[in-house]
C-alpha cells in the first residue's frame, strides 16, 4: 500500500455539505438534553465524618436531599447577612 492511498482515497469521496448544512443535521439528529444540573454550578466543601453522615441522616429522617437541606441553610445564612435568599432546592 502506498503512503499516499489515504490522500487518494479521499480525493475519491463525494464532497462533503456545505458548514451551515452540516450543522443543521446534527441539531436534528442530535436530542436538546435538559437537566435539573442545567445553568447551575457546584459548591462544595470537605466536612468531617461526622458532619457528612449527620447531614446524610437528617436528609433521609426529613425525606429531603442533601442539596435540599443545602439551600436551605444557604438560604439562612444569606438572611443572617442580610442578604436575599435565593429559595433553589
Known amino acids: 500500500m502506498s503512503r499516499f492511498a489515504a490522500i487518494r482515497s479521499e480525493k475519491s469521496k ?3 455539505p456545505p458548514p451551515s448544512e452540516t450543522a443543521d443535521l446534527q ?3 442530535t436530542p436538546t438534553r435538559v437537566t435539573a444540573r442545567s ?3 457546584a459548591v462544595s466543601g470537605y466536612f468531617s465524618l ?3 453522615r449527620g447531614l446524610h441522616l437528617l436528609a ?3 425525606g429531603s436531599s442533601l ?3 443545602m439551600g436551605e441553610a ?3 445564612l444569606m ?3 442580610g442578604k436575599h435568599p435565593f429559595g433553589e432546592r
Open 74 to 76: 444557604f438560604d439562612d
Open 50 to 52: 461526622e458532619m457528612s
Open 14 to 16: 463525494p464532497a462533503s
Open 67 to 69: 442539596q435540599a437541606l
Open 79 to 81: 438572611r443572617k447577612y
Open 39 to 41: 445553568g447551575k454550578k
Open 27 to 29: 441539531t436534528l439528529a
Open 60 to 62: 433521609l429522617e426529613q
